[in-house]
């Protein structure tokens, strides 16, 4: 009889970042009782995935590759949005349980709820991916500002080389966690790493880049956090002079409310 196969789709890239990688991640690890296999539209995060202790990953290009990996009667855990209605459709019929895994769905690593020491005023992270330099092109939106930057997985060594060298006060990829529960400010266009930063006590202001999903927005403007669009340097400006008597939302643990909803809507 053909055993089951549970597998975990999620979006990467060097184009769109990270952001849905660090949150499966951490669904993973919740899930850790149970054989599931990562898939990531990216060989190289792939390749790179052990490191953020996931057992079982494969890359495979595109989602409509999903199909040469599962068969008919698979589980999958899908967290995208790539697909369109029919392909949702077809994927629903395709696998005996499939679960959508949206925007709104907030899932933070318990780790960072363990407050620490806010050593650093103020970092800049700017997502694991720039494919198009776009930090460089608007270095001036940071002028001034004493910052750390943390630098991201998907970026080009002579890019890296420049960003060193502009910003002597660093964090390499590795240290991504340090940074995060070490800033008292951050800021960044980048989703997860706001909802992180936020649980472990910083204030985060999130820059909506053009070339990032807009979906987030109403979640954080339920959560207080105040969002930049278009890089407006007085508009950045006024939060920081008033971000130490902004009232940001205290996130709540929910690790185990994430591990009954995925067993419940994946029928395990």
């Known amino acids: ?30 899930l850790k009782d149970v054989d599931i296999t990562l898939l ?6 792939a390749q790179a ?22 068969y008919k009667g698979d589980k999958l855990i899908f967290d995208s949005d790539e697909a369109n209605p029919t392909m949702l459709k077809d994927m629903k019929e395709f696998f005996s349980s499939f679960l959508h895994i949206d925007n709104e769905m907030i899932v933070i690593d318990d780790k960072y ?3 620490e020491e806010k050593t650093i005023e103020m970092s800049l992270f ?19 500002l004493d910052l ?13 080389d420049m960003l060193r060298e502009k910003f002597p006060n660093h964090f390499e990829f590795e240290e991504y966690d340090e940074m995060i529960r070490r800033s008292k400010i951050l800021i960044t266009p980048s989703p997860q790493a706001v909802l992180q930063n936020l649980a472990s ?24 956090i105040p969002i930049i669009k278009e890089y407006s340097k007085e508009e950045l400006s006024t939060i920081l002079e008033t971000i130490d008597s902004r009232k940001y939302y205290n996130l709540q643990q ?15």
Do not use: W
Not at 202 to 222: H, L
């Open 1 to 30: 009889m053909y055993k089951q196969n549970i597998y975990y789709y999620v979006h990467t890239g060097h184009r769109i970042g990270l952001d849905r990688f660090r949150r499966a991640c951490t669904i993973l690890s919740l």
């Open 40 to 45: 990531c539209s990216d060989y190289r995060i």
């Open 49 to 70: 995935a052990s490191e953020f202790g996931v057992e079982k990953s494969v890359g495979i290009d595109v989602v409509r590759n999903i199909p040469q990996i599962a």
């Open 113 to 115: 709820f363990k407050i």
């Open 126 to 144: 700017f997502g694991d991916d720039d494919y198009e330099k776009d930090l460089q092109k608007n270095f001036s939106f940071f002028d001034g």
């Open 148 to 160: 750390y930057l943390q630098l991201g997985f998907y970026y080009f060594l002579d890019y890296e």
């Open 201 to 224: 006590g910083g204030k985060p202001i999130y820059i909506q880049r053009e070339d990032y999903t807009t979906a987030y927005q109403k979640v954080f403007e339920k959560l207080n």
């Open 254 to 268: 929910n690790s185990s409310q994430i591990y009954k909803f995925i067993k419940y809507n994946l029928s395990l």
